[in-house]
């Protein structure tokens, strides 16, 4: 069983459209969670850290249930710019702060 | 401008050559990270260190090296003991408090 899995998709969606995806993971020990955003051939970037209380930023609001050991990320209005790979990350707040990556999600907006 | 650097953006390289990535960082991070990714796949740790001088393994370490004799740098330097060398090579550095990583845009290397 990987550390963090994700449905790598391709998620389809219409401009305009909510779309929302989910990763689960293994360690219950994990400590901090994040979701990063990579285009094609680039580096990941950091999207949004993710709280247990739930955080919101613009159309991206980002879930924790720590019971369930999932993460959730609801995009609305979705734009075509989001096309993208949406990779969740999972930290386990060990002594190198080393962060495990899920596999990725790809995200294709369509006009 | 602050961020992180890699160096050359492609490198084609001959098997049972060994070759050196470069990585630089002014956000005075301690702590910094190598990653592979290959086509369709996920982040694998390679390296990482969190402070001057000291260096631990990651996940896939054999067949690299790294070095880490100034804040600011951190190369990894591929041996022709790797199998298969040809990937997308990403350095990340972190603050550690809080723990979130940022990448450099990467180097993707091809080995024949």
């Known amino acids: 069983r990987k550390e963090v899995e994700q449905d790598p998709g391709p998620f389809n969606v219409p401009e305009g459209a909510t779309v929302a995806f989910n990763c689960t993971y293994s360690?219950?020990?994990?400590?901090?969670f994040f979701w990063y955003r990579q285009d094609c051939r680039k580096e990941p970037k950091l999207l949004m850290s993710v709280y247990s209380s739930g955080n919101e930023d613009g159309r991206f609001t980002a879930q924790l249930n720590r019971a369930s050991q999932y993460i959730s990320l609801l995009i609305r209005d979705s734009k075509l710019s989001d096309s993208a790979t949406y990779l969740c990350v999972v930290g386990l707040g060990n002594a190198g702060n080393m962060l495990t990556f899920g596999g990725g999600t790809r995200l294709m907006v369509k006009p | 401008d602050g961020g992180i650097t890699q160096s050359p953006k492609y490198l084609f390289r001959k098997e049972g050559q060994n070759v050196t990535l470069s990585c630089e960082q002014n956000l005075n991070h301690d702590a910094m990270y190598w990653y592979r990714q290959d086509p369709g796949q996920g982040l694998r740790l390679i390296y990482y260190?969190?402070?001057?001088?000291?260096?631990q393994k990651g996940d896939i370490a054999e067949g690299y090296s790294v070095s880490r004799e100034k804040k600011e740098s951190f190369p990894l330097t591929v041996t022709s003991a790797q199998k298969n060398p040809t990937a997308f090579y990403l350095c990340?550095?972190?603050?550690?408090?809080?723990?979130?990583?940022?990448f450099g845009p990467g180097t993707r290397l091809t080995v024949t």
């Open positions: 360690n219950s020990a994990s400590q901090s």
């Open positions: 260190s969190q402070i001057v001088n000291d260096f």
């Open positions: 990340a550095s972190s603050s550690g408090h809080p723990n979130e990583q940022y």
